[in-house]
């Protein structure tokens, strides 16, 4: 249990999150500008919208949202039409952007998870065997591979990184011990790239379609996940949807709707002004926290009420996600002036001033 406990605190140390800005935007091909046209792609554009909020692939199929979903066009925000060629042929788009608040707000009334744009990275690294042998895959030799598994992630709105393949890299990693899933040496290899979740393994390309031998690693465990079709996306596919799937449990926020729970935190560090600012500001743009307010400040320390729609341990998986509060293990006792009993105080934090 010591150990688990160090690996997991190691890893937290290392991943790094990434800002998708691009969730609540959708493309949709249409046949004309017209506003029924308009009508339709907005509802399946809100469809794919709601998937990568929610963290559930399945969330527009239920009944709960399909009267939102008939009216899909009321929550956009702004669209535009746009023309592509593709192989000699021309194809009307349009793009879609949709309000962040109304879309949290349908999802939370709902009582469906709302997943915040803060979401932790997923390093692809895998080999392939085929006609030229066994190698990295990468964007130059198998850009086919390389697009299927970066729309899956777009789709599931997964940030999806893949080794540069460098010589650092090829130093620490051969493609014979991914192919022979040396998980460990995987792991060691990643810790270039920060990120908390790796996808590796092996692809065998035949005459007759995929087969696909690959592991889903997290801190602490490993999923392997082995399919075989003809079809490519229908390989890769289902691992991305595992990564999406296991990061929205831990990360996505059901709202009660019930009154907010409340919890005390010390946060040493805090100099100045600017510094208060940018704390209370983060700490409010945390998915599971409705309010932060300072109850005791003197000095460099403050007590913190947080306001939450959720479990505190949720709250806590942010921030060691996000590295910008950290644990305090010998935090500063000042805060024992407030006269809040130590036993009313959830946690003990450090500013890291970033």
């Known amino acids: 249990m010591k150990y688990f406990a160090i690996l997991l605190l190691c890893f937290a140390h290392v991943a790094q999150a990434e800002v998708v800005n691009t969730l609540y935007d959708a493309r949709v091909p249409v046949a004309e500008r017209s506003e029924s046209a308009l009508k339709r792609a907005a509802s399946q554009g809100l469809a794919d919208v709601l998937v990568r909020v929610s963290g559930r692939a399945d969330v527009a199929q239920g009944s709960t949202l399909q009267s939102a979903m008939r009216d ?62 066994r190698q990295f895959v990468n964007e130059i030799d198998y850009p086919e591979i390389v697009a299927t598994l970066r729309e899956a992630a777009d789709r599931r709105g997964l940030p999806l990184v893949f080794p540069v393949l460098d010589i650092d890299d090829r130093l620490v990693l051969t493609t014979g011990q991914v192919w022979a899933m040396d998980l460990a040496a995987v792991r060691s290899a990643a810790e270039r790239y920060r990120a908390a979740h790796i996808l590796t393994g092996r692809l065998t390309r035949l005459s007759t379609g995929w087969i696909a031998n690959l592991a889903h690693l997290d801190a602490s465990d490993e999923n ?19 990564i999406a799937d296991a990061l929205a449990e831990k990360y996505a926020v059901v709202r009660s709707g019930q009154e907010a729970r409340s919890a005390n935190i010390v946060v040493s560090g805090v100099e100045g002004f600017r510094d208060y600012a940018r704390l209370l500001t983060y700490l409010e743009s945390v998915v599971v926290i409705e309010h932060a307010n300072p109850v005791w400040i003197a000095g460099s320390q403050l007590v913190i009420q947080l306001h939450l729609e959720g479990a505190m341990e949720k709250a806590q998986q942010f921030f060691l996600l996000d590295k910008k509060i950290l644990e305090d293990d010998m935090p500063d006792m000042a805060f024992a002036e407030s006269n809040i009993p130590a036993e009313q105080i959830y946690g003990y934090y450090r500013w890291q001033n970033l």
Not at 96 to 103: A, H, I, K, P, T
Not at 104 to 122: H, I, Y
């Open 72 to 133: 899909a066009h009321s929550l956009l925000r702004q669209y535009r039409y746009d023309t592509v060629i593709e192989d000699g042929r021309q194809s009307l788009l349009v793009d879609l952007s949709f309000s962040e608040v109304e879309v949290n707000r349908l999802l939370s009334q709902s009582g469906l998870p709302v997943w915040d744009k803060n979401r932790p990275r997923t390093l692809a690294w895998l080999a392939i065997d085929d006609v030229s042998g």
């Open 224 to 242: 392997l996940i082995d399919t075989q079709s003809a079809d490519l996306q229908a390989v890769l596919t289902p691992a991305v949807n595992g």
